[in-house]
């Protein structure tokens, strides 16, 4: 009888030889291009994982395959990481459709050029249109950074004072983007406007930088929680309040003046409102130390 020859598949970079292995190095483009090739339905069948290959085999919906794959593989996630994947995926889709394009029409360089301007210019014309979906904003934010880097690098003081007006959490997502954020702060007055202009230090500043039209605070709350923004208040008496867990990365906005954070990582990090404020530090997880009854603490899951 002949032996199965095993193989592995790679992951966000990493070999993956199990179950949990996937789970821990769940990256969407590389799942998906696994799915489409039928390398992941090969593997699963090496492996032995019987009931997810025909789970996996069972899906029909195009639209949905993803969403049915990180169901079929338990992976720990929300509804706003799916639908950052879900405009992502479409991103891929469009760009792939257009090379292809360009490759049968044998376009001349001078129209593949403009193409690639305008199809910066389109991104930037549905940021408008979603100025308050966080995943869209994000995931847009991937392609910029993957596809249209020297552009923003060219354009970025007409982007940002045009999305500070137009699309402020925009400006958020920017920061989030390790690639994008250094292009950003590059720029002195860039760097200046944005610690006065996005120190978010109250629930009322952040409300009226954000969606200054919403009357009702039940309607702020709820897209608080849609954005992923964190206004958390509260004195936690000399000892370290976790907020995060490392596997959540966060953008910190602000933190009030005697308080103290870390990363859920480093327990011996701590870090002063001073280094903090201005810096829009990523951190993986927040832990917090604070005697302010008054101020806030404010940041955004990533």
């Given at each position: 009888m002949a032996k199965t020859i095993k193989f592995n598949l790679i992951l966000d970079g990493q070999q993956v030889r199990?179950?949990?292995?996937?789970?821990?190095?769940?990256?969407?483009e590389d799942i998906m291009r696994l799915y489409q090739d039928g390398l992941l339905q090969k593997w699963l069948k090496v492996r032995g994982y019987d009931e997810e290959l025909q789970q996996?085999?069972?899906i029909k919906s195009k639209n949905s395959v993803i969403v049915e794959?990180?169901?079929?593989?338990?992976?720990?996630?929300?509804?706003?990481v799916?639908?950052?994947s879900l405009y992502s995926l479409e991103y891929?889709?469009?760009?792939?459709?257009?090379?292809?394009?360009?490759?049968?029409?044998?376009s001349k360089i001078e129209r593949a050029i403009d193409g690639y301007h305008k199809g910066y210019e389109t991104l930037k014309s549905k940021l408008i249109e979603h100025k308050h979906d966080m995943a869209f904003l994000k995931a847009t934010t991937k392609e910029i950074s993957e596809n249209y880097s020297r552009l923003?690098?060219?354009?970025?003081?007409r982007f940002y004072h045009q999305f500070t007006r137009d699309a402020p959490l925009m400006i958020y997502a920017i920061l989030m983007n390790s690639t994008l954020r250094d292009l950003l702060l590059q720029n002195e007055d860039i760097r200046k406007s944005l610690v006065k202009t996005f120190k978010i230090t109250n629930r009322d500043?952040?409300?009226?930088?954000?969606?200054?039209?919403?009357?009702?605070?039940?309607a702020f709350d709820d897209m608080m929680q849609r954005i992923g923004l964190?206004?958390?208040t509260g004195e936690t008496k000399s000892y370290w309040k976790d907020l995060q867990t490392e596997k959540t990365k966060v953008l910190i906005i602000s933190v009030p003046g005697t308080s103290i954070i870390r990363s859920a990582k480093d327990k011996l990090e701590e870090i002063t409102s001073t280094k903090a404020n201005g810096k829009f530090l990523i951190l993986d997880g927040l832990v917090y130390k604070s005697s302010d009854k008054v101020n806030p603490i404010v940041y955004l899951e990533i």
């Amino acid at each position: 009888m002949a032996k199965t020859i095993k193989f592995n598949l790679i992951l966000d970079g990493q070999q993956v030889r199990s179950i949990k292995d996937l789970q821990e190095n769940f990256c969407v483009e590389d799942i998906m291009r696994l799915y489409q090739d039928g390398l992941l339905q090969k593997w699963l069948k090496v492996r032995g994982y019987d009931e997810e290959l025909q789970q996996v085999e069972a899906i029909k919906s195009k639209n949905s395959v993803i969403v049915e794959l990180i169901k079929i593989f338990k992976i720990e996630t929300n509804e706003s990481v799916i639908e950052e994947s879900l405009y992502s995926l479409e991103y891929r889709a469009k760009r792939e459709a257009e090379l292809q394009k360009w490759t049968k029409t044998g376009s001349k360089i001078e129209r593949a050029i403009d193409g690639y301007h305008k199809g910066y210019e389109t991104l930037k014309s549905k940021l408008i249109e979603h100025k308050h979906d966080m995943a869209f904003l994000k995931a847009t934010t991937k392609e910029i950074s993957e596809n249209y880097s020297r552009l923003f690098q060219l354009d970025n003081t007409r982007f940002y004072h045009q999305f500070t007006r137009d699309a402020p959490l925009m400006i958020y997502a920017i920061l989030m983007n390790s690639t994008l954020r250094d292009l950003l702060l590059q720029n002195e007055d860039i760097r200046k406007s944005l610690v006065k202009t996005f120190k978010i230090t109250n629930r009322d500043e952040a409300k009226r930088l954000i969606c200054p039209k919403l009357d009702k605070d039940k309607a702020f709350d709820d897209m608080m929680q849609r954005i992923g923004l964190h206004i958390f208040t509260g004195e936690t008496k000399s000892y370290w309040k976790d907020l995060q867990t490392e596997k959540t990365k966060v953008l910190i906005i602000s933190v009030p003046g005697t308080s103290i954070i870390r990363s859920a990582k480093d327990k011996l990090e701590e870090i002063t409102s001073t280094k903090a404020n201005g810096k829009f530090l990523i951190l993986d997880g927040l832990v917090y130390k604070s005697s302010d009854k008054v101020n806030p603490i404010v940041y955004l899951e990533i």
